[in-house]
């Protein structure tokens, strides 16, 4: 039992940063309708950047996290203006084929910039062991679970009762109404690719600290990908929770079954989901008068 509960710890733990990445697809699929393919690598991008802005302006963890949030929503809103907004009024799959390019792009960009070797995230945070009853968790481990917990509810909040994500919930339903009624659209969007690279560098940074930060890194992105499936694609909570059902599903499947697991299972799961379910476990079923 004693090993079954720290196996599950370690699928929350994962399943925590794939439920915040996942929860960043499912802002800006829920706001604009686009499919962002580059979310790993705009996460990868924050991340970096946050490193480099912690080093080179010597600044402490707490200090750190606020400037991030801000270096972020300026990331989310360049790439916004620069490689979406042109966009406007182009089939989707167009816009799908931008986000991969701009994947590729940023990949190479970091590679260029920091170099292709791996090095820790440094930050001033003690590294603690934690004991729940028979599971051990160091505590960047248990800040990521907690750092998970806490963007859910915001992000249930802020879409819930803020003028502004009750916007992006109008947007979101009816392009058209939402111009009548005198809803900006396009600062709409950028407001969701702002808020989406926010939530996925917290993400970021959370992994980053646990692991290290490296050039692979925006794999994470293609890890999170079946929560994001799995909860529904307009659901940004209903993803965040299918982030933690891959996680645990994929520790439990590679601690009892076999290595290598982990990273297939999530595509196994959403399979099957998908010919259950073909708009996840949360989405709303489209529904069409023909």
Same mark, same amino acid.
């Given at each position: 039992?004693?090993? #079954? ?19 960043? #697809?499912?802002?800006? &699929? ?6 962002? #393919?580059?979310?790993?690598? !705009? ?17 402490? /963890? ?12 300026? *990331? ?26 701009? $994947?590729?792009?940023?990949? =190479? ?13 440094? $930050?001033?945070?003690?590294? %603690? ?5 028979? @599971? ?18 915001? !992000? ?9 994500? @009750? ?15 005198? @809803?900006? !659209?396009?600062? *709409? ?7 989406? +690279? ?6 970021? *940074?959370? &992994? +980053?600290?646990? #692991? ?11 890890? =999170? &990908?079946?929560?994001? *499936?799995?909860?529904?694609?307009? =659901?940004?909570?209903?993803?965040? /929770? ?24 999530? &595509?196994?799961?959403?399979?099957? !989901? ?7 476990? /949360?989405? %709303?079923? %489209?529904?069409?008068? @023909?």
């Amino acid at each position: 039992m004693d090993l #079954f509960l720290n196996f599950a710890a370690s699928g929350l733990v994962i399943g925590s940063i794939y439920g915040i990445i996942a929860i960043a #697809f499912a802002i800006i &699929f829920k706001t604009t309708g686009v499919l962002n #393919f580059a979310q790993g690598e !705009v996460m990868m991008l924050v991340t970096y950047t946050s490193w480099s802005l912690g080093t080179e302006l010597t600044l402490p /963890f707490y200090a750190l996290i606020p400037v991030s949030i801000v270096g972020a929503a300026l *990331i989310g809103i360049i790439i916004e203006r620069l490689f979406i907004r042109p966009m406007t009024g182009q089939p989707a799959f167009s816009i799908v084929m931008v986000t991969i390019g701009l $994947a590729v792009f940023l990949r =190479s960009m970091i590679v260029m910039i920091w170099g292709p070797d791996a090095a820790a995230f440094d $930050a001033s945070i003690k590294d %603690d062991i934690v004991e729940i009853g028979p @599971v051990i968790l160091f505590s960047e481990q248990l800040y990521a679970i907690l750092l998970f917990f806490v963007i859910s509810g915001v !992000v249930f909040l802020f879409f819930r009762f803020t003028r502004i994500g @009750v916007a992006m919930r109008a947007t979101a339903m009816d392009e058209t109404a939402a111009l009548l009624m005198g @809803v900006d !659209v396009r600062r *709409i969007s950028s407001l969701a690719w702002a808020i989406s +690279a926010v939530v996925s560098g917290l993400g970021g *940074i959370a &992994f +980053a600290l646990m #692991f290290s930060r490296a050039p692979d890194l925006w794999f994470e992105g293609l890890r =999170s &990908f079946p929560a994001t *499936i799995l909860g529904g694609l307009d =659901s940004p909570l209903g993803s965040g /929770f299918g982030g933690l059902i891959i996680g645990v599903i994929g520790a439990l499947s590679e601690g009892y079954i076999g290595q290598g697991l982990k990273e297939i299972s999530g &595509f196994f799961v959403i399979i099957i !989901v998908l010919m259950i379910r073909p708009y996840g476990l /949360f989405g %709303d079923k %489209d529904l069409e008068r @023909v």
